[in-house]
């Protein structure tokens, strides 16, 4: 209930012309002596009027009451309160749209981690500014009951955000009174917050993709030479393009040299399927079995079926073409040494071991189909397979493979309507059906075969797509082998006057007498990998399309582990559990008991103790030993209480006692 008196007006009038002092004390004479004639019943109850004016003080519903207070004493700590939320919406906001993305790059070197600081310092700065208001209001209320004078000290320790004064103050309340005992965890978890912080982001090398740019290696469906293409199909058979006697020499003279041109813009892709292309392949057989020993004119000669010779007990080597090849380049030679023996044979069965040894080696046009992958600017390449089942027809200009896995079941249908010869198991199948450009119709749809010569429109023969087709023309394939049987020719007489081989390449391959069958098979896959470099890199113009593939590139990734956000989220909860206890705990149950003194240290000094119990720590307090303070509070019991001056700290024996 509200009460409503009328007070005196308090408000002050100037004045003009001041009185003159004698008329001032005539004017107060005359008042005193009228008032000794007022009754002494009408002055007690003036009195007494004037005192309840005096001593008035306003009620309010202790609700309202609660407001107020809430209000007008704790706005600073609700702000510090919402300023801790904003630091965890600010901890989620920067980690978020960065989680599992790119590291950003901001200006001034500002970076995550550091940001993720700043908040963590601001969320520890207003929790404990919190904490220590709240302990320090916390210690009024603790002496509402009789409490040991020591409680002051632990109290003001552990308001000043101390981790000893936390853990004395939970000492002290062991758990029993809840709204103390947050406050010291809050400030006992605050200490590891920083390194607990460093936990919520870690980076890692992630791998983007790049949407605007694609991987490259060379592949080709055709390979064919220029004379193929400009119709004088006599001229210059025995002939290749420079550039492809350049990689057989690289093939022969430096393998190591050999590499597949590739583009990566970042150094780093994905080719994510197999790919094939039109190749050319090697193959070695050990034929010294076939070799005979044969008596011509009085000596004696090692001799091939084929008809290539040479003569044993004697260091030569002699290599030629064997004419007996299909699609192919096929080279045999011998080599024969001066005995067998010496200290370079450790196998009997092994050429160097041997009095004469024969190998026959063939190159042959094939497909390769290869997985690769593009790290670190470097490019590796692994052959699945390779096959070489190539058809041909009379009137075709080209050797073709089909590949079934790229044929449809309407297409594989249509040509098992036409004749040829699959099951689900092949893989490959000789084509005698050819994509040749520079024959194919005019509707615009890239399809011919061989019989376009004589009627290019007939839809009958377009059966599979030109990407399923791969193929050499024969003018490639004899010239190839016209100019391998002259490259790999020759021979070398390595006995005593000799003067060597007859070219550098025979020299090569006889390696002044190191010869092996292992040496002689790799240095023909040297030159079929560099024929196939070749071919690759400069296929026929429209059926060359290179294998493509992403661009990726490896980036400093930012990883959030959010599992350790729950720290400084459960640290704000705790503030806030604290927070909203200790205010419904210090609560005024009427105006005159409102106070805002938290860690006021003046509150202490009004409100200290009365002068008998300050007596008994006089004697003690001239040691300036703090320690002898401490032993005398904690014989001195007091509570909070009224005094004529005010509240005082009132010495008052404990219960039990």
Same mark, same amino acid.
């Given at each position: 209930?509200?009460?409503?008196?009328?007070?005196?007006?308090?408000?002050?009038?100037?004045?003009?012309?001041?009185?003159?002092?004698?008329?001032?004390?005539?004017?107060?004479?005359?008042?005193?002596?009228?008032?000794?004639?007022?009754?002494?019943?009408?002055?007690?109850?003036?009195?007494?009027?004037?005192?309840?004016?005096?001593?008035?003080?306003?009620?309010?519903?202790?609700?309202?009451?609660?407001?107020?207070?809430?209000?007008?004493?704790?706005?600073?700590?609700?702000?510090?309160?919402?300023?801790?939320?904003?630091?965890?919406?600010?901890?989620?906001?920067?980690?978020?749209?960065?989680?599992?993305?790119?590291?950003?790059?901001?200006?001034?070197?500002?970076?995550?981690?550091?940001?993720?600081?700043?908040?963590?310092?601001?969320?520890?700065?207003?929790?404990?500014?919190?904490?220590?208001?709240?302990?320090?209001?916390?210690?009024?209320?603790?002496?509402?009951?009789?409490?040991?004078?020591?409680?002051?000290?632990?109290?003001?320790?552990?308001?000043?955000?101390?981790?000893?004064?936390?853990?004395?103050?939970?000492?002290?309340?062991?758990?029993?009174?809840?709204?103390?005992?947050?406050?010291?965890?809050?400030?006992?978890?605050?200490?590891?917050?920083?390194?607990?912080?460093?936990?919520?982001?870690?980076?890692?090398?992630?791998?983007?993709?790049?949407?605007?740019?694609?991987?490259?290696?060379?592949?080709?469906?055709?390979?064919?030479?220029?004379?193929?293409?400009?119709?004088?199909?006599?001229?210059?058979?025995?002939?290749?393009?420079?550039?492809?006697?350049?990689?057989?020499?690289?093939?022969?003279?430096?393998?190591?040299?050999?590499? %597949?041109?590739?583009?990566?813009? @970042?150094?780093?892709?994905?080719? !994510?399927?197999?790919?094939? &292309?039109? *190749?050319? =392949? +090697?193959?070695?057989?050990?034929?010294?079995?076939?070799?005979?020993?044969?008596?011509?004119?009085?000596?004696?000669?090692?001799?091939?079926?084929?008809?290539?010779?040479?003569?044993?007990?004697?260091?030569?080597?002699?290599?030629?073409?064997?004419?007996?090849?299909?699609?192919?380049?096929?080279?045999?030679?011998?080599?024969?040494?001066?005995? %067998?023996?010496?200290?370079?044979? @450790?196998?009997?069965?092994?050429? !160097?071991?041997?009095?004469? &040894?024969? *190998?026959? =080696? +063939?190159?042959?046009?094939?497909?390769?189909?290869?997985?690769?992958?593009?790290?670190?600017?470097?490019?590796?390449?692994?052959?699945?397979?390779?096959?070489?089942?190539?058809?041909?027809?009379?009137?075709?200009?080209?050797?073709?493979?089909?590949?079934?896995?790229?044929?449809?079941?309407?297409?594989?249908?249509?040509?098992?309507?036409?004749?040829?010869?699959?099951?689900?198991?092949?893989?490959?199948?000789?084509?005698?059906?050819?994509?040749?450009?520079?024959?194919?119709?005019?509707?615009?749809?890239?399809?011919?075969?061989?019989?376009?010569?004589?009627?290019?429109?007939?839809?009958?023969?377009?059966?599979?797509?030109?990407?399923?087709?791969?193929?050499?023309?024969?003018?490639?394939?004899?010239?190839?082998?016209?100019?391998?049987?002259?490259?790999?020719?020759?021979?070398?007489?390595?006995?005593?006057?000799?003067?060597?081989?007859?070219?550098?390449?025979?020299?090569?391959?006889?390696?002044?007498?190191?010869?092996?069958?292992?040496?002689?098979?790799?240095?023909?896959?040297?030159?079929?990998?560099?024929?196939?470099?070749?071919?690759?890199?400069?296929?026929?113009?429209?059926?060359?399309?290179?294998?493509?593939?992403?661009?990726?590139?490896?980036?400093?990734?930012?990883?959030?582990?959010?599992?350790?956000?729950?720290?400084?989220?459960?640290?704000?909860?705790?503030?806030?559990?604290?927070?909203?206890?200790?205010?419904?705990?210090?609560?005024?149950?009427?105006?005159?008991?409102?106070?805002?003194?938290?860690?006021?240290?003046?509150?202490?000094?009004?409100?200290?103790?009365?002068?008998?119990?300050?007596?008994?720590?006089?004697?003690?307090?001239?040691?300036?030993?703090?320690?002898?303070?401490?032993?005398?509070?904690?014989?001195?019991?007091?509570?909070?209480?009224?005094?004529?001056?005010?509240?005082?700290?009132?010495?008052?024996?404990?219960?039990?006692?």
């Amino acid at each position: 209930m509200w009460q409503h008196f009328s007070k005196p007006s308090t408000a002050f009038q100037p004045i003009d012309n001041p009185p003159d002092p004698d008329t001032l004390n005539d004017e107060t004479e005359r008042l005193e002596s009228a008032n000794k004639h007022v009754p002494v019943e009408a002055r007690s109850a003036r009195d007494r009027t004037s005192s309840l004016q005096k001593e008035f003080v306003p009620t309010y519903p202790e609700k309202v009451l609660f407001r107020r207070s809430v209000l007008r004493d704790w706005w600073l700590e609700i702000g510090a309160c919402v300023i801790a939320v904003a630091s965890i919406a600010a901890i989620f906001a920067t980690l978020y749209p960065y989680a599992g993305k790119t590291l950003p790059q901001w200006r001034y070197g500002l970076t995550i981690n550091s940001l993720i600081s700043i908040y963590i310092v601001i969320l520890k700065a207003v929790t404990l500014y919190v904490i220590m208001q709240g302990i320090g209001q916390l210690k009024w209320t603790w002496f509402q009951r009789t409490r040991p004078l020591e409680d002051v000290e632990i109290y003001d320790e552990a308001s000043r955000g101390t981790v000893k004064g936390a853990f004395w103050l939970l000492w002290r309340v062991r758990g029993i009174y809840l709204v103390p005992t947050v406050g010291s965890l809050v400030v006992i978890l605050t200490l590891v917050s920083d390194p607990i912080a460093q936990q919520l982001v870690h980076y890692s090398q992630c791998r983007y993709t790049m949407a605007n740019q694609n991987a490259s290696i060379p592949r080709a469906n055709s390979y064919v030479l220029d004379q193929s293409k400009t119709g004088r199909l006599g001229n210059m058979q025995n002939t290749i393009p420079p550039q492809l006697q350049a990689a057989i020499n690289a093939g022969v003279f430096n393998p190591s040299a050999l590499s %597949i041109p590739f583009n990566c813009p @970042s150094g780093n892709c994905t080719i !994510p399927d197999t790919y094939s &292309s039109i *190749a050319y =392949c +090697s193959t070695c057989e050990d034929v010294t079995h076939e070799a005979k020993m044969n008596e011509t004119r009085g000596s004696t000669l090692v001799t091939l079926p084929s008809g290539l010779q040479a003569e044993p007990g004697v260091a030569s080597f002699v290599m030629g073409l064997d004419g007996e090849g299909a699609n192919m380049t096929t080279i045999e030679l011998i080599s024969t040494t001066m005995a %067998i023996g010496g200290p370079r044979c @450790s196998d009997a069965g092994s050429w !160097p071991c041997q009095n004469y &040894s024969a *190998a026959r =080696c +063939s190159l042959y046009p094939c497909t390769r189909t290869y997985s690769a992958s593009i790290k670190d600017g470097h490019l590796r390449e692994k052959e699945v397979s390779q096959q070489s089942a190539f058809g041909r027809m009379t009137q075709n200009l080209y050797l073709s493979t089909l590949d079934m896995s790229c044929v449809t079941a309407e297409q594989k249908q249509s040509l098992h309507d036409q004749g040829y010869k699959f099951d689900d198991r092949t893989k490959w199948m000789p084509y005698n059906v050819s994509y040749t450009p520079n024959l194919s119709p005019d509707d615009g749809t890239g399809w011919a075969s061989a019989d376009d010569l004589k009627k290019e429109t007939d839809p009958s023969l377009r059966v599979v797509p030109p990407k399923c087709i791969y193929q050499e023309s024969l003018v490639a394939d004899n010239s190839i082998a016209g100019y391998m049987s002259s490259f790999l020719s020759g021979n070398v007489s390595a006995g005593p006057g000799d003067q060597g081989g007859t070219n550098a390449v025979v020299e090569q391959v006889y390696k002044f007498g190191n010869i092996t069958f292992d040496s002689v098979t790799q240095l023909f896959e040297n030159i079929s990998l560099s024929m196939t470099t070749e071919m690759r890199t400069n296929g026929e113009p429209g059926r060359s399309a290179p294998v493509l593939g992403t661009v990726t590139r490896y980036e400093t990734c930012v990883k959030v582990k959010w599992e350790w956000i729950t720290f400084p989220v459960a640290l704000l909860v705790l503030t806030l559990v604290f927070f909203a206890g200790m205010v419904v705990q210090t609560r005024p149950k009427d105006e005159t008991s409102a106070h805002d003194y938290k860690t006021s240290a003046l509150a202490l000094m009004f409100h200290g103790l009365e002068p008998q119990t300050v007596a008994k720590g006089v004697s003690v307090g001239r040691s300036g030993s703090a320690a002898a303070l401490e032993r005398q509070a904690r014989g001195i019991f007091v509570r909070l209480g009224t005094s004529e001056k005010g509240w005082r700290f009132v010495e008052s024996e404990p219960k039990g006692r």
